[in-house]
């Protein structure tokens, strides 16, 4: 243990204290001399200064550290400043520019047709409902039938196919617009009273079909499709889907582009074709076939298009049809199908064609200087919102404004603030407070009015 400066000097007053008690006081000089002694004060004051010497060093690096963060943020902030492309605090020189056009866009393609499948003379009565005929209950195909039914709030009932018909028609009225079959071959196997019950009620009531074709095990080429005038492939690779513009089935889906890669199924991705053999039927869609690269050379035929839904016009027995070589999993053909609910009932299962849209650019004044809009770049807005009123009348893009933020960039960006409110009535505006602080995070009412108040006020001048 050490010894403390007290117990030192309290030493010193002893000796005196000896002296005058009498004690020789060369034997006091003599203890105060010697070896143990001295190395004893040697140790103590070294102690001492290494106390010193270590408080002075953590000291002097805490004061160098605390000098260099402070010199890190000046430097970083006025290079970030200066540079703010360098340090990824902005967009860079250019613009990105839109890469890809809608083909349906484009003057030389088909020209957009607003198809109504509405029969404003016909006085049939029906309901806006769905038979829908499952393979099972819990069928996976019928599932999903239902479920896009349900998201699209169209009202069905499901049975199960080989039982009994469920009554279609309460009086004078038909009870369903639009009759589905899971497996269409179900129908074509319906026993001869139902099937004849189920055509004259599609006949009288203009009803339609809507059948999907089966996975199957076996692989059949230019197989005949009982009681029509069809003939099918199956467990047929395809790729490259697109529509046929000319089909009168097309309402919300629009043709002219294609759809690339190969096409889905369950439970494997293999598809039923169709080949028609009398002018009541017309393809919906189309695709090509898909072969595996070989050095083999494919054949002519190899890129010929292959039909994947067909339309029936109903010229031969009166009932309207459209039969899918496939299930729902690929998304195109589950517009397809919606526009074959509206085709098939006249109308009466149709979704709107209207369309709401609102783009909101929020923070139109917010933004650290050096990221903020340029006068090119609202420049590039307007051009941009003339581009979409071609085809939306009347549409303004929707601009959210915090006052406190104009003119708080550079030169440049200040300009393009004052090109913005240039242009302020070609725009849509709401306030989205004046310092960009979320509302509940106010610790009164009053602050929260008059921030409100001084929006309201810069809203004034747009």
């Known amino acids: 243990?050490?010894?403390?400066?007290?117990?030192?000097?309290?030493?010193?007053?002893?000796?005196?204290?000896?002296?005058?008690?009498?004690?020789?006081?060369?034997?006091?000089?003599?203890?105060?001399?010697?070896?143990?002694?001295?190395?004893?004060?040697?140790?103590?004051?070294?102690?001492?200064?290494?106390?010193?010497?270590?408080?002075?060093?953590?000291?002097?690096?805490?004061?160098?550290?605390?000098?260099?963060?402070?010199?890190?943020?000046?430097?970083?902030?006025?290079?970030?400043?200066?540079?703010?492309?360098?340090?990824?605090?902005?967009?860079?020189?250019?613009?990105?520019?839109?890469?890809?056009?809608?083909?349906?866009?484009?003057?030389?393609?088909?020209?957009?047709?607003?198809?109504?499948?509405?029969?404003?003379?016909?006085?049939?009565?029906?309901?806006?409902?769905?038979?829908?005929?499952?393979?099972?209950?819990?069928?996976?195909?019928?599932?999903?039938?239902?479920?896009?039914?349900?998201?699209?709030?169209?009202?069905?009932?499901?049975?199960?196919?080989?039982?009994?018909?469920?009554i279609l028609t309460n009086g004078d009225k038909g009870r369903f617009g639009v009759i589905v079959f899971e497996n269409y071959t179900k129908y074509l196997q319906m026993d001869k009273w139902n099937k004849e019950l189920l055509d004259k009620y599609c006949r009288e009531y203009n009803v339609g079909i809507v059948g999907f074709m089966p996975s199957r095990d076996e692989t059949y080429v230019g197989a005949h499709l009982k009681n029509t005038s069809l003939f099918i492939d199956t467990n047929v690779k395809l790729k490259d889907?697109?529509?046929?513009?000319?089909?009168?089935?097309?309402?919300?889906?629009?043709?002219?582009?294609?759809?690339?890669?190969?096409?889905?199924?369950?439970?494997?991705?293999?598809?039923?074709?169709?080949?028609p053999n009398h002018t009541t039927y017309e393809p919906v869609s189309l695709a090509t076939a898909w072969h595996q690269a070989t050095d083999e050379q494919p054949s002519s035929t190899a890129n010929s298009p292959l039909i994947t839904v067909i339309q029936d016009k109903g010229e031969g027995d009166g009932i309207r049809r459209v039969l899918f070589g496939a299930g729902l999993k690929f998304w195109l053909h589950r517009i397809v199908f919606i526009d074959a609910l509206s085709y098939l009932s006249r109308g009466r299962l149709s979704v709107s064609l209207k369309r709401s849209i609102l783009i909101d650019i929020d923070d139109i004044f917010v933004g650290e200087r050096g990221t903020r809009l340029k006068k090119s770049d609202v420049e590039a807005i307007l051009a941009a919102q003339e581009r979409i009123r071609a085809m939306v009348p009347g549409f303004?893009?929707?601009?959210?404004?915090?006052?406190?933020?104009?003119?708080?960039?550079?030169?440049?960006?200040?300009?393009?603030?004052?090109?913005?409110?240039?242009?302020?009535?070609?725009?849509?505006?709401?306030?989205?407070?004046?310092?960009?602080?979320?509302?509940?995070?106010?610790?009164?009412?009053?602050?929260?009015?008059?921030?409100?108040?001084?929006?309201?006020?810069?809203?004034?001048?747009?």
């Open 396 to 462: 303004k893009f929707n601009l959210g404004f915090s006052g406190k933020y104009f003119h708080s960039g550079n030169e440049e960006e200040n300009s393009g603030d004052d090109l913005i409110l240039d242009n302020s009535d070609k725009f849509m505006w709401f306030g989205h407070m004046w310092n960009h602080i979320q509302p509940h995070l106010y610790s009164n009412t009053t602050q929260l009015a008059l921030d409100m108040g001084k929006n309201k006020d810069f809203a004034k001048v747009l």
């Open 241 to 275: 889907a697109y529509l046929n513009p000319s089909s009168g089935v097309l309402r919300l889906t629009r043709a002219g582009d294609i759809v690339r890669g190969l096409l889905p199924n369950e439970p494997t991705d293999l598809w039923t074709v169709f080949t």
């Open 1 to 166: 243990m050490y010894r403390s400066e007290d117990d030192y000097f309290g030493r010193e007053s002893k000796l005196s204290l000896v002296e005058k008690s009498g004690v020789s006081s060369g034997k006091i000089l003599l203890r105060s001399l010697s070896p143990s002694n001295f190395l004893w004060k040697k140790k103590k004051w070294g102690v001492w200064w290494k106390r010193r010497f270590h408080l002075a060093t953590v000291k002097r690096w805490l004061l160098i550290i605390l000098f260099m963060t402070i010199l890190y943020i000046s430097y970083t902030t006025y290079k970030t400043q200066s540079h703010p492309v360098l340090y990824g605090l902005s967009r860079g020189h250019e613009r990105p520019q839109v890469t890809y056009r809608c083909p349906t866009l484009s003057a030389d393609s088909h020209p957009r047709k607003l198809t109504d499948h509405s029969i404003p003379t016909a006085k049939v009565r029906l309901d806006p409902k769905v038979l829908l005929f499952a393979e099972t209950t819990f069928s996976k195909l019928g599932r999903d039938i239902a479920e896009l039914l349900v998201y699209i709030r169209m009202k069905y009932k499901v049975e199960v196919s080989g039982k009994s018909l469920p």
